[in-house]
């Protein structure tokens, strides 16, 4: 493990974006206190931690708060960068690339599965899960360009890297929205390069520690939707 570092996380057990960064310091071998948020109820800390966005993570480095998911990733590996593996790619076209399809998950692929799980109608459900396949078509084009000819079983190579936290944080939500709506998003038939990379990306070290069942994002789904319901009441 790195030397003790005064490191806090405040994240939430489902929240993919704290998965990221609980996933970054765990493949650096870094130690740091995780503080639990209730976004129901959000603390005065974290209102003020993160005034802007008001929500989670906030990694807290000597007092010092950082926000957003993927900067706090990056933050992370050149802040560690001699300890653990390298994140990001080191060559600069693979790291710009990497960098383009995570924005891509937070901007496109995230929003629309969470447009599965808070629709309205059934058509309006239907509507989110197409929009969502597309982005998953698009992101095993991106997988088969990634490891064409290379034999690779992740996007970052040999073993995870920036782009697999960033999609991997997802599975669990993937997995919900299947048990939830019998919507399958990613399958061996419409895209057998993710749907492979899901299962190798599972059995890592990183999510087996970090990655809550997906029955608990179930539940947060179902208390996400009566919130939204109850202030649309209103």
Not at 194 to 211: C, H, M, Q, S
Request: proline share 4%; charged share 25%; aromatic share 10%.
């Amino acid at each position: 493990m790195v030397g003790k570092q005064d490191l806090k996380l405040l994240g939430v057990a489902v929240s993919p974006f704290a998965i990221r960064v609980r996933m970054a310091l765990r493949m650096k071998g870094v130690s740091y206190e995780y503080v639990e948020e209730d976004l129901f109820n959000k603390s005065e800390r974290l209102l003020k931690l993160n005034p802007v966005h008001k929500k989670v993570p906030v990694l807290i480095h000597n007092g010092k708060p950082m926000c957003e998911s993927l900067v706090i990733v990056q933050y992370v590996d050149e802040l560690f960068a001699v300890a653990g593996p390298a994140i990001l790619p080191a060559d600069p076209y693979e790291r710009a690339t990497a960098r383009f399809w995570a924005a891509f998950v937070d901007s496109k692929l995230f929003p629309s599965l969470m447009g599965i799980v808070m629709a309205k109608t059934g058509e309006e459900r239907a509507e989110k899960v197409t929009e969502t396949s597309a982005a998953i078509a698009q992101m095993e084009e991106a997988f088969a360009k990634c490891s064409k000819g290379k034999g690779k079983d992740f996007f970052g190579g040999d073993s995870i890297g920036y782009l697999d936290i960033a999609l991997g944080s997802l599975l669990f939500w993937f997995e919900a929205v299947r048990r939830m709506f019998e919507a399958e998003i990613i399958n061996a038939s419409k895209a057998p390069l993710l749907a492979a990379w899901a299962e190798r990306f599972g059995e890592t070290a990183e999510a087996k520690e970090v990655v809550p069942e997906a029955d608990e994002a179930v539940q947060y789904a179902y208390k996400l939707r009566a919130a939204y319901a109850a202030a649309a009441a209103k």
